[in-house]
């Protein structure tokens, strides 16, 4: 995979399937490197596999479909370039679709009320005279914020207590057919100082549940429960009572079923490693966990909890895959229905069939419909990238830390005789897992002609709670050991260049990156991107500042010294480049600023790449050309200092004369097979 095929990207959404089961529809979203932007349609897709899937919408940005209970409708999200993702509806008989709303700052997700006449969703109301409500008041214009709570401002949203997250509901026209007929305004059924998320509808259709924090402290603890409101906003009550973090609330007839964190401590932030889990909601508001939440933890992308038949239907992280497991509502042993090296993003179920999103090594992502006894592979979504040959296959492996811990992992190797230049990359979290699902920046790099290594060390998910919790107070210790004991493992095979390794991660890989590269010169450079660095600034700086660093490195002094990256920086020689976003607010960009500093002073070599305009997930989200441009400076860097007779002609260039580049006329940037020139404002 080179760098320009983020072009080839199609990643499937999660699926809605219709009443009857005979179809499913699903958004397939990709990258658009020319207008440097997203682009996504819906497509329908026979859950018995008789024909091929076909686009059925031509809008800029489809996503979010709902059929309704009785399968006349198919709602939707579209949002035109440039602009705000509003629900639209569309007749599944044929017929073009009309938009429903018009919110300033877009709608959420459409829910269908169970009688198929009525929509609920959330949506951002802005405070008059902020986010353009107010022509010619633009943001430096805006009066000042007076913030009273730690829980003020969000990564990838910005502040909130301005643009609350509030239910609404929305009447259709009794003869919707007619398209000259009239629309309700919708109804804003909440109020209030706090967040709404996650709205469902009661069977009877007599009220609503949503998720939010509402309590006395909320905005000091991590503890979201689920209320119920009648859609014309009376009768306010809490649903669920206790110190657990509930999501995705559904029903089962009248038995209501979340997805929640079941404790999270008296103090309501015991976060760490702490598994979500199915749960059914007591009569008295309490939770029963469905699955055991220090074994189990929930890793699907279903914006709801998904009830069929008296049972849920959940993917659970294990060992770098997500499985799918039936769960029944009785207390009943689990059913696996998918388990092996894959990775189930979404389900849904209609008719008697269960669709899921499922990827692997080789795709972000396939339609795959289960039925009793059978399993039916309906989409070729990854076929456009698989077909360049550019798409490698990973190994799985296992190694014994230090003290005899079983470390689990992958090592990607490029074609073609070694030994290979290695790099060994480490994920984010820490409590995330790398699974079995394509990932754009392995296939990148062993494209470029690396041998990747990534393994899923102590501080991981997928593992148990206790594999999670293993490195509390002690970043850096056992998590550390792992990793270096499976890049170890990995070198003694001789397709590896064991003295030839770089070391790369992101956020909380970041600060590995940056920790291990203070306490050893073996690695010939480094890339430490978005990384948590400081505790003490984090806390006062970072959106989770607040309780992150106290609940994973503990409040003594001395220790969250002794976990600190930055505090060991001055002990890095290794050539780094710095990565970071200037609006990511879940590691402020002075983490990022702070170590390039120290490194500039003390004469390393060193480069601060800084993107404007982006948050904390420019690698997964950011906008396409800002994505090409951060593989190209990435292999830019790596061809200076671990070339590859891939790219080892753009790294001599570099190391020669490094020099500024315009951009080509259509704006992309050359294959990382060829001397690369990126477009860039370079400061020396």
């Not at 090592?411 to 897992?433: A, K, N």
């Not at 001789?494 to 390794?501: I, M, N, Q, S, Y």
Request: net charge negative.
């Amino acid at each position: 995979m080179r760098p320009d095929d983020l072009a080839l990207l199609r990643t499937p959404g999660v699926p809605t399937v219709s009443p009857d089961g005979r179809m499913a529809v699903v958004a397939v979203a990709r990258p658009d490197l020319e207008a440097d932007e997203y682009r996504s349609q819906l497509w329908a897709v026979p859950t018995d596999g008789s024909a091929p899937a076909r686009p059925v919408t031509s809008g800029h940005l489809d996503s979010s479909p709902a059929f309704s209970p009785d399968g006349r409708w198919l709602a939707f999200l579209s949002a035109e370039a440039g602009g705000r993702p509003q629900i639209w509806l569309m007749p599944t008989a044929g017929g073009e679709p009309r938009r429903l709303t018009g919110h300033h700052l877009g709608a959420g997700a459409p829910v269908w009320s169970p009688d198929s006449r009525r929509l609920a969703y959330v949506a951002r109301v802005p405070e008059h005279g902020r986010y353009g409500t107010v022509d010619g008041v633009p943001p430096a214009a805006e009066p000042p914020r007076l913030i009273t709570s730690l829980t003020y401002r969000l990564d990838g949203i910005g502040f909130l207590a301005d643009r609350r997250s509030q239910v609404f509901v929305l009447d259709l026209p009794v003869d919707f057919a007619d398209d000259t007929a009239p629309l309700s305004e919708p109804v804003q059924v909440t109020t209030g100082d706090a967040d709404c998320e996650d709205v469902t509808w009661r069977p009877d259709g007599g009220e609503l549940a949503f998720v939010s924090a509402r309590h006395p402290r909320a905005d000091r603890d991590l503890v979201r429960d689920v209320h119920g409101i009648a859609p014309d906003g009376s009768g306010l009550r809490r649903l669920t009572a206790g110190t657990g973090d509930c999501a995705a609330p559904a029903y089962a007839g009248e038995q209501l079923v979340v997805t929640a964190v079941p404790d999270l401590g008296p103090d309501g932030l015991d976060f760490v490693a702490r598994q979500a889990v199915p749960c059914g909601v007591r009569d008295d508001g309490t939770l029963q966990p469905l699955l055991d939440p220090e074994r189990h933890h929930r890793g699907d992308e279903t914006p709801t909890t998904v009830v069929v038949d008296g049972a849920v239907l959940v993917g659970v992280q294990r060992r770098g895959s997500v499985e799918l497991l039936r769960v029944p509502l009785d207390g009943g042993p689990a059913e696996t229905l998918v388990d092996g090296p894959f990775t189930v993003r979404g389900v849904a179920a209609g008719g008697g069939v269960v669709v899921a999103v499922v990827a692997h090594d080789g795709s972000a992502g396939e339609l795959v419909a289960l039925t009793p006894g059978r399993r039916r592979l309906l989409t070729a979504f990854g076929r456009p990238l698989t077909e360049t040959g550019r798409v490698h296959r990973v190994a799985e492996r296992t190694a014994a830390a230090p003290d005899g811990y079983p470390v689990h992992g992958w090592v990607t190797v490029p074609p073609g005789p070694g030994p290979h230049p290695v790099l060994l990359t480490i994920h984010g979290g820490p409590f995330t897992q790398y699974s079995w699902k394509l990932f754009d920046e392995t296939q990148t790099y062993v494209s470029a002609g690396y041998a990747v290594v990534q393994c899923n060390p102590r501080g991981s998910a997928g593992y148990g709670a206790a594999h999670g919790r293993a490195i509390r107070g002690g970043w850096g210790g056992l998590d550390a050991d792992d990793v270096l004991a499976f890049l170890d493992a990995a070198l003694e095979d001789p397709a590896l260049d064991a003295e030839r390794v770089g070391i790369m991660g992101g956020s909380y890989g970041g600060y590995l990156t940056a920790l291990l590269i203070g306490r050893t010169g073996r690695f010939a450079g480094a890339v430490v991107e978005r990384a948590f660095l400081d505790p003490v600034s984090f806390v006062g700086s970072s959106d989770i500042g607040w309780y992150f660093p106290d609940q994973y490195l503990g409040s003594d002094p001395e220790r969250i010294a002794g976990q600190s990256a930055l505090a060991a920086a001055h002990a890095i020689t290794t050539p780094t480049l710095v990565v970071h976003s200037e609006e990511d607010w879940r590691c402020p960009v002075e983490q990022g600023a702070r170590l390039f500093v120290e490194l500039q002073r003390r004469g390393v070599p060193s480069e601060f790449l800084l993107f404007p305009g982006e948050g904390h997930e420019l690698s997964r989200s950011g906008r396409p050309k800002h994505r090409l441009a951060r593989f190209e400076h990435i292999l830019r860097w790596w061809a200076r200092w671990l070339p590859t007779p891939l790219n080892d002609a753009a790294g001599a260039a570099e190391a020669a004369a490094p020099v500024t580049a315009a951009p080509a006329a259509n704006g992309t940037v050359p294959a990382a097979a060829q001397p690369m020139t990126v477009p860039t404002t370079r400061v020396d």
